[in-house]
Nanobody, 114 residues
């Protein structure tokens, strides 16, 4: 598993961004796919994750604004972020769990200006 995150950038409050996480191989066997974020001076936190059965979980702070999805054919998963707030500013990391081993992509920075 080799994960490559992309899609970060600078956006104004209320705007939208989409993040992508691509795996070098198939994602069909990955049990959990997710997105975490780490703001400056804070611990890394779960943003959203999707299980192999399609179940989705979201942090309370992003419910109703963010959507996680996956595309097995493209070996990728995504995070669509709408109604962005300055407090969403962070480095976002994609994360995959396969056979109890956790893999991380490199971070992609999201900055929301007020």
């Amino acid at each position: 598993v080799q994960l490559q995150a992309s899609g970060g950038g600078l956006v104004q409050t209320g705007g939208s961004l989409g993040l992508s996480c691509a795996n070098s191989g198939t994602i069909a066997r990955i049990n959990r796919m997710g997105w975490y974020r780490q703001a400056a001076g804070k611990e890394r936190e779960l943003v959203a994750r999707i299980m192999s059965d399609g179940t989705r979980e979201y942090a309370d702070s992003v419910k109703g604004r963010f959507t996680i999805s996956r595309d097995n054919a493209k070996n990728s998963w995504y995070l669509q972020m709408n109604s962005l707030k300055p407090e969403d500013t962070a480095v976002y990391y994609c994360n995959g769990v396969l056979l109890f081993r956790t893999y991380w992509g490199q971070g992609t920075e999201v900055t929301v200006s007020s």
